[in-house]
């Protein structure tokens, strides 16, 4: 029994060394904000949400410029009727330029500006998304070690309890049946940690893959001190959602570009101005002169592509209105599934996880004084591991609900502020 003492103390001391060794070295790893920062930097999404932002500048400079004007020239051979005189040469050229009314241009120009603000809006979506997803790749990694950790823990402590078990077998204190239990423990709990480790490898080449730049190997890690989490305030996301969600920006965008393409279908029955200077030279005359055409709505009065216009502005519109109403719907199911989650990690880490170490502490004591058989310890021993198991993944949980909100809210929001 003093053995097993004995051999739980220095497993214990190993682990709370090799915990206080981890956490000296995670004050030099990589933090969650330097991760994400080497993602925005380097993976191709980010290139993709510039060449938007460079777009929407382009469209902004483009509907702004006068089209451009019109160059003709001809040129022939020619004789008097009657064929009396030889051929000579007949030329002509003329410069054209289209001006469009001030109403038109103005109208045309704010379609232009809406059309850049969604390209903008679609690039800042992008760089939300690619945030979301690097914040969401460091947290599981995170929960990938954890439970690894957890299971090397656990691996330790059955085979701490096999050794003792086996030993006592061989004395004549314990049962063979003990000993067989005891080893199948330590090789289930050995098979759990093999799949802990398998799965925080592949957690961590995403994270390698999502960075594109390489990372430093072996990679350290420095996770973010836990802290209370207090209930997101439901009123300001809203506020937050209406002013800043990309998808929402974009779709009243789009709305507010129809409306200006309408504006600039019914202004179209006023048609653009046509202006021209032309030079002729002739066998006769030589002509120069001044042309202004325009466009007589007489039959169609541009009728057709004001009935499509308005068409589009009122889907548009009602799009717009829809894209409202669904995120408001999904930012109401992500913020109850926040609390849900904050409740859940507070009360595994306060009540729960104190709870089934008092457990165990006490089967262990009960143990080497004989007063409780193996079976009660091995119980004990699972139920510790588990309510491990299960704070670490509602500390996943949290993280990845918060990233839910951030993704219809902003990366940039934060429930501590």
């Not at 903008?120 to 945030?131: F, I, K």
């Not at 409740?343 to 262990?364: M, N, S």
């Amino acid at each position: 029994m003093r053995s097993f003492h004995r051999r739980v103390s220095l497993t214990s001391v190993v682990l709370a060394t090799c915990l206080a060794s981890g956490r000296s070295h995670a004050e030099e790893g990589l933090g969650v904000d330097a991760y994400v920062e080497t993602v925005l930097r380097s993976h191709p999404g980010a290139r993709q949400a510039a060449a938007l932002e460079e777009a929407a500048a382009a469209e902004r400079r483009a509907v702004r410029r006068l089209p451009d004007p019109s160059l003709e020239y001809s040129r022939g051979r020619a004789r008097p009727a009657g064929g009396a005189a030889s051929r000579a040469s007949e030329s002509g050229f003329s410069i054209s330029q289209t001006i469009p009314w001030p109403g038109t241009f103005s109208a045309n120009v704010r379609a232009g500006d809406r059309a850049a603000d969604a390209l903008r809006a679609e690039g800042v979506g992008a760089r939300w998304e690619l945030e979301i997803e690097a914040r969401s790749a460091f947290a599981r990694l995170l929960h990938a070690r954890d439970a690894s950790e957890i299971g090397r823990a656990a691996e330790a402590d059955a085979l701490a309890l096999r050794d003792l078990t086996t030993r006592r077998a061989e004395l004549g204190e314990a049962r063979e049946t003990d000993r067989i239990k005891s080893e199948v423990e330590w090789l289930r709990q050995r098979s759990v940690r093999r799949a802990a480790d398998r799965e925080a490898g592949a957690a961590e080449e995403v994270l390698r893959t999502l960075a594109v730049e390489p990372l430093p190997r072996p990679l350290v890690l420095r996770a973010e001190p836990a802290r209370p989490m207090p209930a997101p305030d439901a009123a300001v996301l809203r506020d937050r959602l209406g002013r800043a969600n990309p998808r929402l920006l974009a779709a009243r965008a789009a709305s507010e570009r129809e409306s200006a393409l309408l504006s600039v279908a019914r202004r179209g029955r006023i048609p653009d101005l046509e202006v021209a200077w032309f030079r002729e030279e002739e066998l006769d005359k030589e002509a120069t002169g001044f042309m202004v055409g325009v466009r007589v709505p007489l039959w169609d009065a541009n009728r057709g592509a004001i009935a499509r216009a308005e068409a589009a502005s009122t889907f548009a519109a009602a799009g717009a209105e829809r894209v409202f109403l669904d995120l408001t719907a999904a930012l109401e199911r992500a913020r109850q599934e926040l609390e849900g989650a904050v409740a859940r990690a507070a009360t595994l880490d306060r009540e729960i996880l104190p709870a089934a170490t008092r457990g165990l502490d006490l089967a262990r004591f009960s143990y080497r004084e004989g007063e409780t058989s193996l079976l009660d310890l091995l119980d004990a021993q699972r139920t510790f591991r588990e309510t491990q198991r299960e704070a670490a993944a509602s500390r996943l949980a949290l993280a990845l609900a918060l990233a839910e909100v951030q993704r219809l809210v902003g990366p940039d929001y934060d429930p501590w502020r």
